[in-house]
């Protein structure tokens, strides 16, 4: 349940999967620290173990693949900081990360800082105008620098235009040199096959609330021969990567959401795409002017996330989109953020090649496991009012600087 009628900012976060609050609420009733060697510390880390196992079965990983972490956030910074430091220490030449632009601020500012205080290199990686990476690039900048690079990462699928990448074909490059791979695969876990081992990724993030699961838990899937130093010092928890009490609750509540979520993935996913498609179809007649960004994906054949919709509206503000939308009890999202009053460009869509004055006009929807038909209708009827509206509010004046670290944030 939430607030606005019509909930569409699915990829913010989601509903609780009914399986995950039961779970969860059966073992809020039980003490026990899962290090404890005592009858209560065994069930606790009883509950750890299953838990561990049904997510690598989700992910098709293997159970001691799976560190459970503080969600997604943390997942990137441990995978990215803990590759470099590894091989840094062992090689401290190199220090180039490939990274693309349209990555999410847990990666993007998570290889800023490496770059600030650990004098990495970041080779940045080009995008096409659908977001998809330029394999040609990649391959050209891998051969020109391996002997310098440290790893690569490159997201699964973008949390603003929905955008699935080759994995698997960067993972080849990258594996010529046996340079390793993260992907933040926070936004595909669950949505789409996210398998594993068959991806070749030395790590790859995972969160518990996008595929409702609670929110405050996730996980890093780690190969068994990848060694990352860790980011965290302490017990020596979870292969000594990630030291702190283990939450046997929330990870419960994880396994069932992703227990729930892979068991209709792809009925869902059909689903969901035809209702992303009956939207494409009702905006671009009732607002020929709006623009689709990302895969057009009709066939819903993986270039994009099933339910994610992402519109240029020209000539307005998608903040003021947003709040006029709202206002309409229908709660969206900009996927950039305002830093101190001044709306900033999506940089997701400036590295795909727009100007930053349209890379402010855009507004997301996301659709989950609660959406409906009418949900969808409510937006179509409010749409073109909220639009015109919105766009008589007029623009800010252009503001050229793209917030790349700390304050502005996408989810
Ligand atoms: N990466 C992506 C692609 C996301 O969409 C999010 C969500 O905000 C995150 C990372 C961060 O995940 P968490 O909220 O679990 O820290």
């Given at each position: 349940m939430t607030n606005s009628a019509v909930y569409l900012d699915h990829a913010a976060t989601t509903d609780l999967?009914?399986?995950?609050?039961?779970?969860?609420?059966?073992?809020?009733?039980?003490?026990?620290?899962?290090?404890?060697?005592?009858?209560?510390g065994r069930r606790a880390n009883r509950v750890i173990d299953e838990a561990r196992t049904k997510i690598a079965g989700v992910a098709a990983a293997h159970p001691t693949e799976v560190i459970f972490t503080s969600g997604g956030t943390e997942s990137d910074n441990l995978a990215l900081k803990g590759l470099f430091w590894n091989r840094t220490e062992k090689n401290p030449e190199a220090r180039s990360i490939l990274v693309a632009g349209i990555e999410h601020h847990a990666v993007l500012d998570t290889v800023a800082w490496l770059e600030t205080h650990e004098n990495a290199t970041l080779l940045w990686m080009p995008v096409d105008a659908d977001g998809v990476l330029d394999l040609q690039a990649a391959e050209e900048l891998i051969e020109a620098n391996h002997e310098r690079i440290a790893l690569g990462t490159l997201m699964w699928a973008n949390n603003e235009v929905g955008t699935i990448e080759p994995i698997s074909a960067f993972v080849a490059l990258a594996a010529k040199y046996q340079i390793p791979v993260h992907s933040d695969a926070v936004q595909a876990f669950g949505t789409v096959p996210t398998d594993f081992a068959a991806s070749g990724l030395a790590t790859m993030a995972i969160?518990?609330?996008?595929?409702?699961?609670?929110?405050g838990i996730g996980g890093l899937l780690v190969r068994r021969d990848i060694v990352l130093m860790p980011v965290q010092h302490g017990g020596g928890h979870e292969r000594k990567l990630r030291s702190g009490t283990l939450n046997a609750a929330s990870a419960a509540g994880f396994a069932a959401a992703a227990t729930a979520v892979q068991a209709n993935l792809d009925a869902e996913s059909k689903r969901l795409s035809e209702l992303r498609d009956y939207a494409v179809q009702r905006i671009a007649q009732s607002i020929p002017e709006a623009v689709l960004n990302g895969p057009r994906d009709a066939l819903n054949e993986g270039k994009r996330l099933p339910g994610n919709l992402h519109f240029t509206f020209p000539e307005c503000e998608g903040d003021s989109l947003l709040f006029l939308l709202d206002m309409f009890?229908?709660?969206?999202?900009t996927?950039?953020?305002?830093?101190?009053?001044?709306p900033q460009p999506s940089h997701v869509l400036v590295a795909m090649g727009r100007d930053a004055r349209s890379a402010r006009s855009v507004q997301r929807f996301t659709l989950g496991h609660t959406s409906m038909r009418e949900d969808v209708d409510k937006l179509l009827e409010a749409l073109p009012e909220a639009y015109q509206r919105a766009k008589k509010a007029g623009m800010a004046a252009d503001e050229s600087s793209i917030h790349t670290a700390g304050t502005g944030f996408t989810r």
């Open positions: 999967n009914p399986a995950a609050l039961s779970a969860m609420t059966e073992q809020f009733a039980h003490t026990g620290n899962p290090s404890s060697l005592h009858g209560a969160s518990a609330h996008k595929v409702g699961g609670p929110v009890g229908i709660a969206s999202s996927g950039s953020a305002c830093t101190a009053g001044v």
